[in-house]
């Protein structure tokens, strides 16, 4: 039966990072791209007539099409968001039958490639900046880039310990009550977090050596240019269409 | 002026291990100073405790004639630049322009691609401008944190092991680089031989200060040594052999620079003439960019 | 638990968001001035403990995993303040660089993961351990154990309620069926919650050897500033169990406003054979449900005073003062 097993993401924070600049996707300015994309997404949400769904479906997948992120990529990605879709989606063909479930299917689909193209083309620090200025409170911003770093840090922390593991024998155990096994587990996750905690407090210092005062604001000079208005006027007025003829197939 | 001046410093953990006894030092505008000692005895603590990171302390620090207090903590920081022993706590932006710019946009300075131009060169990586961080190796990485904290221009740069964990090339161009550098500093390391190549003077600290002088002057208190828990540099070991030996050594050496000096006058003093250079470049440019301490070295043309 | 984007009714992540923004707001004007900055990097690397620890999957029998959700663990260390914004920024985290859980079902996410499961935690947390004080660390654990059981089966009885609802609003355009999502939410959380009490307890008694300073007896009541009089601690643990419950409450209002007549509309269409439905929601179950919400919520009210008024009654007794 199952091991206990761990499932790394850190490849696609690496992923994300080294492409985000070179696409013409990642030129624009992550205020746009943010808010362009979640006008999108609003939109993909709401609709429930299946033409406009699946429309919106292929709008989605034209602009991954479009935003250079490989292929591989856009999978992998999209295959972490899966398992609820998928499992929504059975509990709904069950109870009402499968164009609904396929239409489940379609809908949240549209929604998470956008996003996923909006993740793909725009690197964390660019858009924890731009929520900033878009307003969201600064201890949010600065907690989630904090915490992005210091993710990285406890993976670093966690593979060492592991490989120390398993270069002791240690194979992981049979079941959530195999005490040992358990015991083991637990003492990796505290002693992973009791290391990490002095080395975020280092980083800390480190931030603060140059200057750093807790904000985001500042750091990101970019001003909104006619390529970013272009790129949100084009979303905005694809999502209201969508929305518009929704309504009116409603009516 | 005095940059930076320590009166009876004492600072405890707050699980009351003491971490610093009494430490006086006092640097004027150009003072290369390094702080030596054992792991364990404070020499880190103090670094971070002049950049404002550990109070409350007993006693007075005062930097560019200011006073170092909790409220005043924040404002000094900027005049200081605090090199951390391992760059991965300071390098922090995706690509190596926009971490050195870090420091200078925080600070709302003007003039910021010229400031970062100024220190990639100063630290010697102007061609990784736009590399990315997370790709470099451990030597440019450090590098990338030096140039980020010159970047900031400060009164006083404070090093903490700069040498730790570099490979002998880039050991030999770090100090050679902090050697031609015309800055305020305050190392704290116990490679030894790095610290006598860069450094005027130095301070033996363990707790508390055991003692202070010059390197050549530390070198010969073997007592104080040992009982640091530090080694001494193999130029001097060698050359107390040749004083063993006979040889008329008047000061133990703890440079090559130094080591030469006293080798030629042995040999000279045997009756020999020597005239020497040492250059570590090849003579494909023009100027010699060596400055030239003494007047007799080994040339050797490569 | 991560809800993607489509799946909920418009109204539903609406009213998600509305609570989410409000508790968030509450939050940081309250906590504003109480968070230091050198808090930060500790809150930080907690959360991105969290994070980590939320990708572990452990397996419950059967071949299926379950993972941890961290409410709980997160509010006994650092408070639940703390906690709230902690879990925002790790479900915040997750879906924009992950897509694990959508950005217009953020707000519901957030309010389950983020406010809901560390509120429960704290809330049954701070009123257990009085009572289990006797029973030394023994006791402290199995008040956490319970406290990180409560976060995550309320938790998921508020997705699958908000699931449900969305099912009924929508006339089964969103959401999930009630037979279906309230069940089976509940059923697998009851499950998982084992783990998530298991897991919670060993890292606390793991920390608790390690680094007691995190876990200070005096722990998350003197952070948030508030003394610890044991009456006032009692009182906010119940205060936030009460919250936790008013936010469910919207769900209900918008269920008793839309819902029959969607459930209405759910049974004719499926009586006209628009597809191979098998299973049939009967009327009354949303009924059912909302008043067993409200009978907890009263039960629980009750259970409440009565506890405070024991304890009080003990302390008298025993000339505490």
């Not at chain 3, 389950?112 to 704290?122: D, E, H, Y």
Request: aromatic content about 8%.
């Amino acid at each position: 039966m199952g091991s206990v097993g761990f499932w790394r993401k850190e490849l696609r924070i690496g992923l994300q990072d080294d492409r985000a600049e070179s696409t013409w996707l990642g030129r624009l300015d992550a205020r746009a791209k943010l808010v362009g994309i979640l006008i999108f997404v609003i939109a993909c949400a709401i609709l429930t007539a299946p033409e406009l769904v699946y429309a919106s479906l292929v709008i989605s997948l034209g602009i991954s099409a479009v935003s250079s992120l490989r292929p591989a990529y856009l999978i992998a990605s999209y295959a972490a968001a899966l398992p609820f879709i998928l499992l929504a989606a059975f509990s709904v063909t069950i109870t009402v039958g499968w164009d609904r479930g396929a239409l489940m299917i379609a809908r949240t689909s549209a929604c998470v490639l956008a996003l996923i193209v909006l993740v793909g083309t725009t690197s964390s620090f660019d858009l924890f900046a731009g929520l900033r200025r878009l307003g969201v409170p600064k201890v949010l911003t600065t907690l989630s880039l904090l915490v992005q770093k210091y993710i990285g840090l406890l993976g670093q922390e966690l593979s060492r310990m592991t490989t120390a593991r398993k270069a002791r024998g240690f194979r992981g155990g049979k079941s959530l009550l195999d005490k040992y096994a358990l015991r083991v587990i637990s003492n990796t996750a505290g002693m992973v977090f009791v290391r990490s905690a002095g080395r975020a407090d280092r980083a800390y210092e480190g931030l603060k050596s140059r200057g750093f005062d807790g904000d985001l604001v500042g750091w990101r000079q970019t001003r909104i240019k006619s390529g970013d208005l272009a790129f949100l006027s084009v979303l905005a007025a694809v999502s209201i269409s969508l929305l518009a003829l929704q309504a009116g197939l409603i009516a | 002026m005095k940059v930076l001046d320590i009166q009876g410093l004492s600072f405890a953990y707050e699980d009351g291990t003491v971490a610093l006894k009494d430490v006086s030092l006092s640097l004027e505008k150009g003072d290369k100073v390094a702080i030596v000692g054992p792991n364990g005895a404070g020499k880190s603590t103090l670094l971070h405790l002049i950049a404002g990171f550990r109070t409350p302390f007993s006693g007075t620090v005062v930097i560019d004639e200011k006073r170092l207090d909790e409220k005043s903590a924040d404002s000094l920081r900027m005049r200081i630049g605090l090199l951390f022993q391992d760059p991965e706590d300071q390098v922090f932006m995706p690509t190596v322009k926009e971490d050195v710019a870090f420091g200078p946009r925080n600070l709302k300075m003007d003039d910021i691609d010229l400031r970062i131009a100024r220190a990639l060169s100063t630290a010697g990586i102007e061609g990784l401008a736009n590399r990315k961080t997370h790709k470099l190796s451990f030597g440019m990485k450090k590098r990338t944190a030096l140039a980020g904290v010159l970047a900031m221009d400060p009164s006083l740069l404070l090093l903490d092991e700069p040498t730790a964990g570099l490979d002998p090339r880039a050991r030999a161009d770090l100090i050679s680089l902090l050697k031609e550098m015309d800055k305020t500093m305050l190392i704290a390391t116990h490679d030894i031989e790095a610290v006598a190549e860069v450094a005027d003077r130095a301070l033996v600290l363990n707790i508390g200060v055991v003692a202070r002088g010059t390197m050549r002057e530390l070198v010969m208190d073997r007592e104080v040594f040992r009982q640091a828990g530090l080694e001494m540099p193999p130029i001097s070991k060698l050359f107390e052999v040749l004083k063993v030996m006979g040889y008329t050594i008047t000061e133990l050496p703890v440079s090559m620079d130094q080591a030469v000096c006293e080798l030629t006058k042995v040999i000279e003093e045997g009756g020999s003439h020597t005239h020497a250079h040492i250059h570590e470049h090849d003579h494909s440019k023009a100027s010699d960019t060596h400055p030239h301490t003494n007047v007799n070295r080994v040339h050797r043309a490569r | 638990m991560h809800i993607p984007d489509g799946l909920m009714d418009p109204s539903v992540a609406l009213v998600g968001w509305v609570e989410f923004a409000v508790a968030i707001s509450l939050v940081l004007l309250v906590s504003g001035r109480k968070i230091r900055e050198q808090d930060l990097p500790r809150v930080a690397i907690l959360a991105a403990g969290i994070f980590v620890a939320q990708m572990v999957n452990f397996p419950i029998g059967g071949g299926t995993t379950g993972h941890l959700i961290g409410g709980a663990l997160f509010a006994i260390i650092a408070g639940p303040y703390m906690a709230i914004l902690g879990m925002t920024v790790v479900i915040l985290i997750q879906a924009l660089m992950f897509g694990d859980g959508g950005i217009t079902a953020l707000g519901l996410n957030a309010l389950n993961m983020a406010v809901i499961a560390p509120l429960a935690g704290w809330g049954v947390f701070g009123l257990l351990e009085p009572l289990y004080a006797s029973g030394g660390r023994l006791g402290r654990w199995a008040a956490a154990a319970a406290a990180s059981w409560a976060s995550v089966f309320i938790a998921a009885a508020a997705c699958a309620g908000e699931l449900a609802v969305s099912f009924a609003i929508s006339g089964g355009d969103f959401g999930i069926a009630p037979t279906i999502a309230i069940p089976a939410m509940l059923a697998y959380h009851a499950v998982i919650a084992f783990g998530e009490a298991i897991i919670t307890v060993g890292i606390l008694a793991y920390l608790s050897d390690v680094a007691p300073k995190l876990l200070s007896r005096k722990s998350a009541a003197e952070k948030e500033g508030v003394p610890s009089f044991r009456g006032s601690r009692i009182g906010f643990s119940a205060a936030a169990i009460l919250a936790v419950f008013a936010l469910i409450l919207p769900l209900y209002f918008l269920y008793a406003a839309e819902g029959e007549d969607g459930l209405e509309q759910t049974m004719s269409d499926a009586g006209t054979g628009e597809g191979s439905a098998m299973f049939v929601a009967p009327f009354s179950y949303g009924e059912s449900y909302f008043a067993a919400l409200f009978a907890g919520m009263l039960g629980f009210v009750i259970a409440g005073l009565a506890t405070v008024a024991i304890l009080k009654t003990l302390e008298s007794k025993n000339g505490e003062g």
